[in-house]
């Protein structure tokens, strides 16, 4: 089967990811603080269904690469299906997975536990494919990778928070623990989503760069 040149469709798909993502991430964590939970949950439902669509186009992508191996025709790319439509799938189960979960009312949290160990799995896909230099841009796809996996992980906090101060206010049972509806130490968290929302823009600049140098070479020279 002959390769087919899909990679910057899908990494202008993961820029648009972060983007929304940083976007309502930020608006919910506004009006939280001004205590009004029915405007954060509004502006979280908005972002979850845009979200779920992204993550739908990317599980697309995702699973007619595992089933076809598009990429494994082009001389010396038998391993870049494995390596870049897994990560894809498994991305895209997480955008759906959460999307549904908000949607549905039901808790985030183990959205963002499955985010912990899909992250662990990117940060290795990163680790490895970069000592076998698989890539004609190692550093970075590995860059791309890191930020990605460490951004998945700290989506567990961040879920958590939805599900204790967003969510769980106005859905009884809806958090992990009875909690208040404000929390009790506001600095733990806003070094939590401080630190998810430097992820996502880490990963939003790594896709951009990326995206800018796929883009550059392909368009110039497609294959």
Request: aromatic letters at 14%.
């Given at each position: 089967?002959?390769?087919?040149?899909?990679?910057?469709?899908?990494?202008?798909?993961?820029?648009?990811?972060?983007?929304?993502?940083?976007?309502?991430?930020?608006?919910?964590?506004?009006?939280?603080?001004?205590?009004?939970?029915?405007?954060?949950?509004?502006?979280?439902?908005?972002?979850?269904?845009?979200?779920?669509?992204?993550?739908?186009?990317?599980?697309?992508?995702?699973?007619?690469?595992?089933?076809?191996?598009?990429?494994?025709?082009?001389?010396?790319?038998?391993s870049y299906d494995i390596f870049f439509?897994?990560?894809?799938?498994?991305?895209?189960?997480?955008?759906?997975?959460?999307?549904?979960?908000?949607?549905?009312?039901?808790?985030?949290?183990?959205?963002?536990?499955?985010?912990?160990?899909?992250?662990?799995?990117?940060?290795?896909?990163?680790?490895?494919?970069?000592?076998?230099?698989?890539?004609?841009?190692?550093?970075?796809?590995?860059?791309?990778?890191?930020?990605?996996?460490?951004?998945?992980?700290?989506?567990?906090?961040?879920?958590?928070?939805?599900?204790?101060?967003?969510?769980?206010?106005?859905?009884?049972?809806?958090?992990?623990?009875?909690?208040?509806?404000?929390?009790?130490?506001?600095?733990?968290?806003?070094?939590?989503?401080?630190?998810?929302?430097?992820?996502?823009?880490?990963?939003?600049?790594?896709?951009?760069?990326?995206?800018?140098?796929?883009?550059?070479?392909?368009?110039?020279?497609?294959?």
């Amino acid at each position: 089967m002959a390769f087919l040149d899909d990679l910057s469709f899908i990494l202008d798909l993961l820029i648009l990811v972060t983007a929304l993502v940083f976007y309502t991430a930020v608006l919910v964590w506004f009006e939280t603080r001004r205590k009004d939970t029915a405007r954060a949950n509004t502006h979280l439902r908005g972002g979850a269904l845009l979200l779920g669509i992204l993550g739908g186009l990317l599980g697309i992508f995702g699973l007619w690469g595992e089933l076809t191996w598009p990429i494994a025709g082009f001389p010396g790319a038998t391993s870049y299906d494995i390596f870049f439509f897994e990560p894809v799938l498994m991305l895209s189960l997480l955008l759906i997975g959460f999307a549904v979960a908000v949607w549905y009312r039901l808790p985030t949290h183990f959205v963002g536990l499955i985010g912990v160990l899909v992250g662990l799995a990117i940060l290795f896909y990163g680790v490895r494919a970069y000592q076998l230099n698989l890539t004609q841009e190692p550093l970075q796809t590995l860059l791309l990778y890191l930020a990605f996996g460490g951004t998945a992980i700290l989506a567990y906090p961040a879920t958590l928070y939805v599900d204790w101060f967003v969510v769980g206010p106005a859905t009884p049972g809806a958090d992990p623990l009875p909690s208040n509806p404000v929390p009790d130490y506001p600095w733990l968290w806003r070094v939590l989503v401080g630190m998810f929302l430097l992820g996502v823009i880490l990963a939003g600049v790594a896709a951009v760069g990326y995206g800018i140098t796929v883009a550059w070479a392909h368009l110039g020279a497609p294959p």
